[in-house]
């Protein structure tokens, strides 16, 4: 991973940007995680992956 950052080969700044972005989400999933029902969580994630799958078929068929 180094030599890709060394190189350029990485974009330093959005690089950090996700990292920055990430790390705060990161523990926001994990505390919601724990207020919410198994449930409602689960739920969450099959509208998330359905959504994905959706868009991947569109950008593959229209």
Do not use: C, N, Y
């Not at 919601?32 to 959706?54: C, E, I, N």
């Amino acid at each position: 991973m180094g030599r890709k950052l060394g190189t350029a080969q990485v974009p330093l700044f959005l690089a950090l940007a996700l990292v920055g972005g990430a790390v705060p989400a990161a523990q926001a999933g994990a505390w919601v995680s724990q207020r919410t029902r198994p449930k409602l969580l689960r739920f969450l994630l099959d509208g998330v992956v359905t959504s994905a799958a959706v868009a991947i078929w569109v950008d593959i068929f229209v």
